[in-house]
């Protein structure tokens, strides 16, 4: 009776260092169909790689004009501003994911995620948050990728995007990677289902 589900377009944003990546990957690991249809969207950035970072695996690295001629031709999806660098997700390659089935999900920050609502209302939005702000403080640490001065900015802009968590359709606290993967495939499993998502005529008989 009821045909393939379209894929999930899925919104997750959190403070920087709460292990959003982390958590993804976690999930994609997983047996089972819901696990096996996770794409994770690849960004476009005009910040530097840091060490490690590869082109097209973590991020497509561009150029501050060749991201402004993203933005004028239409071609992103969403784009923000954050610590002085544009970051954009590509409109065809995340449309291209969705029409086979797969649920993507967009590692993005408030800014982008409010951008995504208003052009796509069926996107589902996912804010994750650390135990505590002194765990997000010591993860930020560990990373060892910023100064001080950066990790304090980090924490500065997380305390201030929090307040737009009531515009979110869930929140998934990560005191656990193994536990937030799992709260994080049981949410699509259920809006995958979700009445509101079924093609007009499909429980026609």
Same mark, same amino acid.
């Given at each position: 009776? *009821?045909?393939?589900?379209?894929?999930? $377009?899925?919104?997750? !944003?959190?403070?920087?260092? +709460? /292990?959003?990546? &982390?958590?993804?990957?976690?999930?994609?690991?997983?047996?089972?169909?819901?696990?096996?249809?996770?794409?994770?969207?690849?960004?476009?950035?005009?910040?530097?790689?840091?060490?490690?970072?590869?082109?097209?695996?973590?991020?497509?690295?561009?150029?501050?004009?060749?991201?402004?001629?993203?933005?004028?031709?239409?071609? *992103?999806?969403?784009?923000?501003?954050? $610590? #002085?660098?544009?970051?954009? =997700?590509?409109?065809?390659?995340?449309?291209?994911?969705? /029409?086979?089935?797969? #649920?993507?999900?967009?590692?993005?920050?408030?800014?982008?995620?409010?951008?995504?609502?208003?052009? @796509?209302?069926?996107?589902? *939005?996912?804010?994750?948050?650390?135990?505590?702000?002194?765990?997000?403080?010591?993860?930020?640490?560990?990373?060892?990728?910023?100064?001080?001065? =950066?990790?304090?900015?980090? $924490?500065? +802009? %997380?305390?201030?995007?929090? &307040?737009?968590?009531?515009?979110? #359709?869930?929140?998934?606290?990560?005191? !656990?990677?193994?536990?937030?993967? !799992?709260?994080? *495939?049981?949410?699509?499993? %259920?809006?995958?289902? @979700?009445?509101? @998502?079924?093609?007009?005529?499909?429980?026609?008989?």
């Amino acid at each position: 009776m *009821l045909g393939p589900r379209q894929g999930l $377009l899925v919104v997750l !944003s959190g403070p920087s260092g +709460v /292990g959003k990546g &982390t958590v993804v990957l976690q999930a994609m690991g997983r047996p089972g169909e819901g696990a096996a249809r996770l794409r994770r969207s690849v960004s476009v950035t005009t910040r530097p790689p840091r060490a490690g970072e590869a082109e097209g695996v973590d991020y497509f690295f561009c150029s501050a004009e060749a991201f402004a001629r993203l933005v004028e031709q239409g071609r *992103l999806l969403e784009w923000a501003m954050y $610590l #002085d660098h544009r970051y954009g =997700t590509p409109t065809a390659w995340v449309d291209e994911e969705l /029409g086979k089935g797969h #649920d993507v999900v967009l590692e993005i920050e408030v800014q982008g995620a409010m951008q995504v609502r208003a052009r @796509r209302p069926e996107a589902v *939005l996912i804010y994750m948050l650390p135990p505590s702000w002194e765990e997000l403080k010591r993860r930020l640490a560990l990373r060892d990728t910023d100064d001080g001065e =950066t990790q304090r900015r980090r $924490l500065a +802009v %997380a305390q201030e995007e929090v &307040t737009c968590v009531p515009r979110y #359709d869930y929140v998934i606290e990560n005191d !656990s990677v193994a536990e937030a993967a !799992s709260r994080l *495939l049981a949410i699509l499993e %259920a809006e995958r289902w @979700r009445v509101k @998502r079924l093609r007009p005529g499909e429980l026609e008989s």
